[in-house]
């Protein structure tokens, strides 16, 4: 079974650029589908998008004009990046895999704060 | 707003029976895509609890099931525990296959 880590910084200013990367380790990113997922304090999930192990992208119409997740083979890692942040992008994002039999498993989820 | 709607808390008592609604549309559910069941526990990432509308991971209670009718998915919870008090999230797909999450249910056990 995978275990996935998030990590990048806690605390990015307005207007800015949030980036993040998912390290997978105990399998390979070579397959599946992989997805970053948000959660505000005190509420409900809010899937960002995902690529799968060919490269392939799919993001949440809503965010998909700031949103861009790429992969990393070799290093068998995946990343977010989101433009333009404000107060409402602060949340706890995690990475999950998604074999289309559910996002299974998940990181332990980092807090990202949008804060001048 | 969540495309899938899911009441925002159900309540049992210890032992008791819950079933928690999940209900999509012609286009998502209804559309023949399989359901995912979350339980998230406070401070904790979400952990699939039920996948393919009706399976269960090999660590998962069989006090757990899922089912689906129409348009709408259920998650129902029997020989209700303390511990089972958490959050719990639907999650299915669209046409273009874009992930859909519900809003969330807080499951209180009285």
């Known amino acids: 079974q995978e275990e996935l880590q998030e990590s990048g910084p806690g605390l990015v200013k307005p207007s800015e650029t949030l980036s993040l990367t998912c390290t997978v380790s105990?399998?390979?990113?070579?397959?599946?589908?992989w997805s970053w997922i948000r959660q505000p304090p005190g509420k409900g999930l809010e899937w960002i998008g995902y690529i799968s192990y060919r490269g392939a992208t799919k993001y949440n119409p809503s965010l998909s004009s700031r949103v861009s997740i790429s992969l990393d083979t070799p290093k068998n890692q995946f990343s977010l990046e989101m433009t333009s942040v404000t107060a409402a992008d602060t949340a706890v994002y995690y990475c999950?895999?998604?074999?289309?039999?559910?996002?299974?498993?998940w990181g332990q989820g980092t807090l990202v704060i949008v804060s001048s | 707003q969540s495309v899938l709607t899911q009441p925002p808390s159900v309540s049992g008592s210890p032992g008791q029976r819950v079933t928690i609604s999940c209900s999509g549309s012609g286009s998502d559910i209804g559309a023949g895509f399989d359901v995912h069941w979350y339980q998230q526990l406070p401070g904790t990432a979400p952990k699939l609890l039920i996948y393919?509308?009706?399976r269960r991971p090999s660590d998962v209670p069989d006090r757990f099931s899922g089912s689906k009718s129409g348009t709408s998915a259920s998650l129902t919870i029997t020989g209700l525990q303390a511990e089972d008090e958490a959050d719990y999230y639907c999650q299915s797909y669209d046409s273009g296959l874009s992930v859909l999450f519900g809003g969330g249910t807080k499951l209180t056990v009285l």
């Open positions: 999950a895999k998604d074999a289309l039999g559910g996002h299974d498993p």
């Open positions: 105990g399998g390979s990113i070579g397959i599946y589908y």
């Open positions: 393919g509308t009706t």
